[in-house]
């Protein structure tokens, strides 16, 4: 399976990105919080997020880049959807790591050098993959059921409160919460 597509805009993608070796990404609470709120202030120029999640070691997001008439209205935007998404993503990750790096005293990258994406191209995988990034902290036993992982957006889903992310749009995908569910 390819994992490089080059980002266009108006396309559904698949990102994630990995811990080096054993490195955990999070360590407590805090940063968890610090990370949604680099990505916030990074991502949301260039993209709109339908789902995610985070782990100790990893994270998942479900993405949709904006329309070329959105990311045209940016600065540095140069008629190149994919180098102007790649600068965003790697400006929030490296704001993470460096912020990441001091306080914990550490040096060096602390994710793989290369961040996997993958086209949604098919309304099945779409499917799949909200569940799958869902079902992620389930299959690696950090806990027994969905609802119980805060660092995902699954409670966005199944509460009222205010969210960035799509909620109206996924749960209309499924029908509505219940089918979601």
Not at 51 to 65: A, E, G, S
């Amino acid at each position: 399976m390819k994992y490089q597509d080059a980002f266009e805009a108006d396309t559904f993608y698949h990102v994630f990105n990995h811990g080096v070796g054993s490195e955990n990404l999070f360590r407590n609470d805090d940063n968890f919080r610090y990370f949604l709120k680099r990505y916030s202030h990074y991502m949301s120029p260039v993209w709109e997020t339908y789902c995610y999640c985070l782990m100790p070691n990893h994270f998942h997001f479900l993405v949709r880049i904006k329309e070329e008439s959105e990311l045209a209205k940016l600065p540095k935007y140069k008629g190149d959807t994919h180098k102007l998404v790649m600068q965003h993503l790697s400006n929030f990750l490296n704001s993470y790591a460096k912020s990441y790096n001091i306080k914990y005293q550490r040096k060096g990258a602390l994710f793989l050098d290369f961040t996997k994406r993958k086209a949604v191209r098919e309304e099945s995988y779409y499917t799949t993959l909200i569940n799958y990034i869902h079902q992620n902290p389930v299959h690696h036993k950090f806990c027994k059921t969905t609802d119980e992982w805060i660092y995902s957006s699954y409670d966005a889903f199944v509460s009222q409160k205010s969210t960035k992310i799509k909620r109206d749009e996924v749960l209309d995908w499924f029908g509505d919460k219940k089918a979601f569910q």
